[in-house]
């Protein structure tokens, strides 16, 4: 499912294959369960050695260039006892072997975690993490909500000027991401998703300490932007994008990361 049209601001709930699918402003969560139904309304019937690629592909824990992302492991519950997991899964995954066949590659990944990580729960429902469409699509919806014209953001995107209104535009973002709320601040668990992990010299006390010294001066916008700026390190940035034939469908991409 690559783009979610949001119908309200409320929760709605769907139910794939017995699973419900939480959406909450624009964000997404599967099961695994859900996710091979899912695929098996896409898949051919003689495609059932694609299947593990599917999943991996609409749950994005598979890059057929980079192979299998970490973020599969939110589906599996390691042994408290087991204290050699990691390293076992690790030495699986590097005997994967590295032929053209995405399929065969994104099963024998899969595989790693199924023998090597922990059990597989495959009813529990979890984050799904954004495409960088999906990126532009949520700036775009959030300028609009607040009257920030496209050209706008065209001409940041082409000559690098500051971003009108950033403040709110990130909190925006962030919050149709669901990665931020006023009330419960970050969602840790999802940025470090969305992200691909933190950085070596991520310290969680040290940012919350950093936050809490944020002063409230009733200005919401202002205070996630202090937040990103000077406690996390987020990186929230309107730039061209690189593919010119479509230039005119897809005007500016949007780097979100953590640095």
């Known amino acids: 499912m690559e783009c979610l049209w949001v119908l309200s601001a409320t929760c709605i709930i769907f139910t794939i294959g017995n699973v419900a699918i939480a959406n909450r402003h624009s964000v997404v969560f599967k099961s695994i369960r859900s996710t091979d139904a899912e695929c098996r309304q896409y898949l051919p019937n ?4 694609c299947a593990v690629r599917c999943r991996g592909l609409v749950d994005r824990f598979w890059n057929d260039t980079s192979g299998i992302g970490y973020s599969v492991a939110r589906f599996y519950q390691p042994s408290p006892d087991d204290v050699c997991y990691l390293k076992r899964t690790a030495r699986c995954l590097a005997g994967v072997i590295a032929n053209s066949d995405s399929c065969q590659r994104a099963e024998q990944a899969v595989k790693c975690y199924d023998d090597q990580y922990g059990q597989l729960d495959s009813e529990a429902v979890r984050f799904i993490p954004f495409t960088r469409f999906q990126h532009i699509q949520i700036a775009r919806e959030c300028a609009a909500m607040l009257g920030m014209s496209e050209d706008t953001l065209k001409q940041v995107a082409i000559d690098g000027s500051a971003i009108p209104e950033k403040a709110c535009l990130l909190r925006c973002f962030l919050i149709r991401h669901g990665l931020y709320s006023d009330e419960g601040g970050f969602d840790w668990e ?5 992200c691909g992990g933190y950085g070596a010299n991520w310290d969680p006390r040290k940012i919350q300490t950093c936050m809490d010294g944020v002063k409230d001066c009733g200005d919401l916008c202002s205070k996630v932007l202090r937040f990103a700026d000077d ?3 987020i990186y929230f940035l309107v730039k061209p994008y690189a593919n010119d034939e479509i ?3 897809i005007p500016y991409a949007i780097d979100f990361s953590i640095e």
């Open 46 to 49: 003689d495609s059932t050695n």
């Open 190 to 194: 999802r940025l470090e998703l969305q």
């Open 231 to 233: 406690c996390v390190n």
């Open 247 to 249: 230039y005119s469908s």
